[in-house]
T-cell receptor, first 114, second 112 residues
């Protein structure tokens, strides 16, 4: 069935390096994508979003890239810090409507080594 | 901080008992959601609400009911809890027209 997924369940990086977390989606009708960060014992925290009419969007130390041709989404974190250690989820709005029925990937755990 | 409070934060109960989880928001947002999070499954939508007394089912609604009698509160009820409903439950709200969802810190529910 159609689903949002992640290529890697775990990612370990050295402090100061850049991190790239990937996500594949299967529904070409999805038009809104979000990255969330979830720390242990807390709820998912919004990081950055992108709409399908864009290829790239930048935030503070984070960049999201959208490749609609291959239905691929990535989150780049610059100069990764220990505080970035968490599980990262991508989500898609599969219905493209105002109800916001997000479909989530299973998550990638990012570990930052000092 | 999206002004979302979930209660209780932790609960242990027995199979067959009724359980109600509460989500309270302070920002008058129209849309509210209940998800469950389980290892290997990620976040899955149980029910959502698009206004007072307006609710609809999500992906995993069996065994759950919801109610929204006022804008700020969205209740999730397990009429007769089963061990398969042991999970972490998250409430979310939609902020504005972009449909970004913001989450509470969850309720950890254990059904013995």
């Amino acid at each position: 069935g159609e689903s949002v997924g992640l290529h890697l369940p775990t990612l370990s990086v050295q402090e100061g390096d850049n991190s790239i977390i990937n996500c594949a989606y299967s529904n070409s009708a999805s038009d809104y994508f979000i990255w969330y960060k979830q720390e242990s014992g807390k709820g998912p925290q919004f990081i950055i979003d992108i709409r399908s009419n864009m290829d790239k969007r930048q935030g503070q130390r984070v960049t999201v890239l959208l490749n609609k041709t291959v239905k691929h989404l990535s989150l780049q974190i610059a100069a990764t810090q220990p505080g970035d250690s968490a599980v990262y989820f991508c989500a898609e709005n599969r219905y493209g409507g105002s109800q916001g029925n997000l479909i989530f990937g299973k998550g990638t755990k990012l570990s930052v080594k000092p | 901080d999206a002004g979302i409070t979930q209660s209780p934060r932790h609960k242990v109960t027995e199979t067959g008992t009724p359980v109600t989880l509460r989500c309270h928001q302070t920002e008058n947002h129209r849309y509210m959601y209940w998800y469950r999070q389980d290892p290997g499954h990620g976040l899955r939508l149980i029910h959502y609400s698009y206004g007072v007394k307006d609710t609809d089912k999500g992906e995993v609604s069996d065994g759950y009911s919801v109610s929204r009698s006022k804008t700020e509160d969205f209740l999730l009820t397990l009429e007769s809890a089963t061990s398969s409903q042991t999970s972490v439950y998250f409430c979310a709200i939609s902020v504005g027209r972009t449909d970004t969802q913001h989450f509470g810190d969850g309720t950890r529910l254990s059904i013995l």
